[in-house]
């Protein structure tokens, strides 16, 4: 069973995150979008098949959105993580997956250059506690989307399959949380799975394409 960690160890990882955010916003969007976003798109598109874009919230005059449930962060976080999109690496086993969506306020504006940090277990739901396999960070885009081009971690005792990921607007404290899959056996018996957190699923050419927006 996973425990709840110091959150003054992930305020004081993502200050970090956040600060180097500020300093680097025109960079970290200027490489995010425009042509580099597009040439990562295509990288995306080669490994699996047709890109899919994740709908935009939509958003009415007094239509806000609900907040992304924070979850515990469990114990297997490790900060510094590289900045990346695509933590697949060659030969590494495991159904191909590509995480994506948009990060928003919950009065539905979108938050470019939003931080997100994501790790998971590998195939075999093992956690790499001693480097950066399977963990990364980006940066959203200018239209404050992500894109993560990943595997679907592995089982292991106790939990469901689940993504870990912390997400921060500049302004607010970060929303750690964890995303899950439809129709999983063992999202009945674990405690920390919440429906809510349940991100949509579409077969790809090549492996999976979950789509799921944050609201924070
Ligand atoms: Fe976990």
Redesign the pocket.
């Known amino acids: 069973m996973?425990t709840l960690i110091n959150a003054r160890m992930h305020r004081r990882s993502f200050q970090k995150l956040a600060l180097a955010l500020a300093l680097s916003t025109p960079l970290a969007l200027a490489a995010l979008g425009g042509r580099s976003a597009g040439i990562a798109l295509a990288q995306s598109t080669a490994r699996t098949g047709a890109p899919r874009l994740a709908p935009t919230p939509e958003c009415g005059d007094d239509d806000d959105l609900a907040a992304t449930l924070p979850q515990t962060a469990?114990?297997?976080y490790t900060p510094d993580t590289p900045e990346r999109r695509s933590l697949l690496e060659p030969g590494m086993p495991g159904t191909r997956l590509v995480v994506t969506g948009y990060v928003y306020s919950t009065d539905c504006q979108p938050i470019p250059g939003a931080p997100l940090d994501f790790?998971?277990?590998d195939d075999a739901g093992v956690?790499d506690n001693e480097g950066y396999r399977l963990r990364g960070h980006q940066f959203a885009d200018v239209d404050a989307r992500f894109e993560l081009e990943t595997i679907e971690?592995g089982l292991?005792p106790g939990?469901t399959r689940?993504i870990?990921v912390i997400a921060q607007a500049l302004d607010q404290p970060p929303l750690i949380t964890?995303l899950y899959f439809p129709d999983e056996p063992a999202n009945a018996s674990d405690g920390i799975f919440n429906p809510t957190l349940v991100m949509d699923i579409q077969a790809a050419e090549v492996g999976e394409t979950a789509f799921f927006t944050f609201a924070m």
């Open positions: 996973e469990g114990p297997f790790w998971q277990a956690y971690p292991y939990r689940h870990h964890q």
